[in-house]
């Protein structure tokens, strides 16, 4: 099912993170996605539906690299136009994977674009992308990774484009992508207050503390705008856990002696 969604809503007075894109390719196909094939063997992304689904899922976007004989791929699927007016902080999250656990060291670039030609996504003015060969991460080899992509040197344009290309590799069997996500965050009131400070430790606990009167209350929103934790806490510094809730973008309204911080924070 195709989702592409921007959150307007306002919760406890301020604006935040926002899913402006979403595909999880459920409907079993992908017209509304372009493929270009670059190599031109007739060969190109699909909605694929594998014969053992990886992590329970049914259809994934999808590259072969094998087909009855070697291909060589050079294959893009590039997104529809997607609004990121006044969005801050874009985050990519995707998953991909090898389809075969033995034959799996599938190649691919991902790209976030400005434009949406294949000239517009080698131009590092206008575009972030990341690669990788998917052999180097044992747990890629049959299933599906996460992965996660920071396109903040984007904020400010209005539009964009996602983009997997297919390539520099043969003989090994099909690529698979799934959940392709794009967050940003629309409108935080970031209100700085003297002497509160915030930050995220390698434990995935979310560490406050102000020097300036006790902390009141902390309450978490995911990126569909959902409290997932209120907290009372009154006191001047506070530890809490983040490692129960999915890896990602929330939102934070921290209220301390009277005033209100709203802050975005990464779980790992």
């Given amino acids: 099912m195709k989702k592409i969604t921007i959150l307007a809503a306002l919760v406890a007075s301020f604006s ?6 979403s595909d ?3 409907d079993g196909e992908i017209s509304d996605w372009t493929t270009i ?37 050079d294959n893009y699927v ?10 801050t902080d ?23 674009s400005t434009g949406n030609t ?28 996460d992965r996660s992509l920071d396109v903040s040197d984007l904020d400010g344009a209005t539009t964009v484009y996602i983009a997997f290309r297919h390539h520099d590799v ?17 409108g935080t009131d970031d209100n700085a207050i003297a002497g509160f ?8 606990n979310l560490r406050l503390s102000s020097v300036n009167g006790n902390i009141e209350t902390v309450s978490i929103y995911n990126t569909l705008g959902q409290n997932v934790l209120t907290s009372s806490i009154e006191n001047s510094s506070a530890s809490l856990d983040l490692n129960a809730y999915a890896a990602g973008v929330y939102v934070v309204k921290a209220n301390v002696n009277g005033q209100t911080s709203t802050f975005k924070v990464i779980k790992k």
């Fill in 16 to 21: 935040m993170n926002a899913q402006l894109f």
């Fill in 24 to 26: 999880d390719f459920q």
């Fill in 37 to 73: 094939d670059v190599d031109g063997d007739g060969e190109n992304f699909t909605a694929y539906d594998p014969s053992t689904a990886m992590d329970g899922a049914v259809y994934h976007l999808s590259s072969e690299s094998w087909n009855g004989a070697p291909l060589t791929p």
């Fill in 78 to 87: 590039v997104s529809p136009a997607i609004d990121v007016t006044g969005a």
């Fill in 90 to 112: 874009l985050l990519l999250t995707y998953f991909a994977g090898g389809q075969d656990p033995l034959y799996s060291q599938e190649v691919y670039t991902v790209y976030v």
């Fill in 118 to 145: 294949v000239a517009d996504f080698m131009d590092d003015t206008i575009t972030v992308s990341f690669n990788e060969d998917l052999g180097n991460d044992p747990a890629a080899a049959g299933e599906l990774v």
């Fill in 170 to 186: 043969s003989d090994q069997f099909i690529i698979n992508f799934d959940d392709v996500t794009l967050d940003g965050l629309l």
């Fill in 197 to 204: 400070n915030q930050f995220v430790d390698a434990n995935n």
